[in-house]
């Protein structure tokens, strides 16, 4: 059933009721995914960028893991990490098909 609205117009001698119908419009979210070496060393492996436009609640990261000799792979971080502590992430950490979580207003990590 159509939700009703009322006009009441001062000093008039009617009350003017009219049935309407309310439509939802989508509106899909653009969004970019890059994904960040951080470092000039060769790096294989590497996930391409993901774009796209969806009204999905998450978006599921590339399954793609990084290789680098010497170190061991430890998550995407919202965050850069600083050079004393490379292994430190001060963000969020993502591992490789995880979701990132977004919604219809800002991006939220889950």
């Keep these: 059933m159509a939700p009703e609205s009322s ?25 970019t995914i890059s994904y960040n070496s951080h470092t000039s060393d060769n790096v294989t492996n590497m996930p391409s960028t993901q774009s ?3 009204m999905a609640t998450n978006i599921v990261l590339s399954s793609d893991v990084p290789v680098r ?3 061991d792979f430890m998550g995407w971080c919202t965050v850069a990490p600083d050079t004393t502590t490379p292994e430190t992430c001060t963000g969020t950490t993502f591992q490789p098909g995880g979701d990132f979580g977004i919604d219809q207003t800002t991006l939220n990590n889950t």
């Excluded at 006009?7 to 969004?31: C, E, K, Q």
Aim: proline letters at 10%; hydrophobic letters at 40%.
């Design 7 to 31: 006009l009441l117009i001062p000093h008039a001698p009617f009350l003017y009721t009219n049935t309407f119908i309310i439509t939802a419009v989508s509106n899909p979210i653009n969004y």
């Design 52 to 54: 796209s436009s969806t």
């Design 69 to 71: 000799d010497g170190y």
